[in-house]
């Protein structure tokens, strides 16, 4: 049974084994990659998004080589509409991560816009030098009593 863990899980073959080592299968894929689609990069864009390194950096040049929400230059995340798949830009780590924990929820971008519009804390003196943070918005006002 222990040789049998050495070899790739495979539902296509009746031994329900792949033919190859784990370490000549990772052998074999990195080559096949290689040779394929010249590495790692090309095969997953074409293979996820369905564009090479050439339309991405097409692309890239398309945005003046920045991110598409902030601008910040050299952008590396290929952003892509997970319902139907279609590829909107090319964002930063950060953007492309914000917009992943908003889930692409248009009603959820909006809500955190107003949130920060509406939350500018802003340093109110109470006293002789000392200052409470407060927002014209949310909480409660600072107490004119100390």
Same mark, same amino acid.
């Given at each position: 049974?222990?040789?049998?863990?050495?070899?790739?899980?495979?539902s296509k073959r009746p031994t329900g084994r792949g033919s190859y080592?784990? #370490?000549?299968?990772?052998?074999?894929?990195?080559?096949?990659?290689?040779?394929?689609?010249?590495?790692?990069?090309?095969?997953?864009?074409?293979?996820?998004?369905?564009?090479?390194?050439?339309?991405?950096?097409?692309?890239?040049?398309?945005?003046? @080589?920045?991110?598409?929400?902030?601008?910040? #230059?050299?952008?590396?995340?290929?952003?892509?509409?997970?319902?139907?798949?279609?590829?909107?830009?090319?964002?930063?780590?950060?953007?492309?991560?914000?917009?992943?924990?908003?889930?692409?929820?248009?009603?959820?971008?909006?809500?955190?816009?107003?949130?920060?519009?509406?939350?500018?804390?802003?340093?109110?003196?109470?006293? #002789?030098?000392?200052?409470?943070?407060?927002?014209?918005?949310? @909480?409660?006002?600072?107490?004119?009593?100390?």
């Amino acid at each position: 049974m222990e040789a049998a863990r050495r070899f790739c899980a495979s539902s296509k073959r009746p031994t329900g084994r792949g033919s190859y080592c784990k #370490p000549c299968h990772n052998k074999r894929t990195t080559e096949s990659k290689q040779r394929l689609y010249d590495g790692d990069r090309e095969y997953h864009l074409r293979r996820r998004y369905g564009v090479g390194e050439k339309e991405f950096q097409e692309l890239l040049a398309e945005q003046g @080589g920045v991110c598409a929400i902030c601008r910040r #230059p050299d952008p590396e995340h290929l952003d892509h509409d997970h319902r139907t798949g279609w590829v909107r830009g090319i964002l930063c780590f950060n953007c492309n991560g914000g917009l992943g924990q908003f889930k692409d929820d248009l009603d959820n971008l909006a809500g955190a816009i107003t949130y920060l519009r509406g939350t500018t804390w802003q340093r109110v003196l109470i006293h #002789p030098g000392v200052f409470q943070m407060c927002s014209p918005t949310r @909480g409660r006002p600072p107490s004119p009593h100390f």
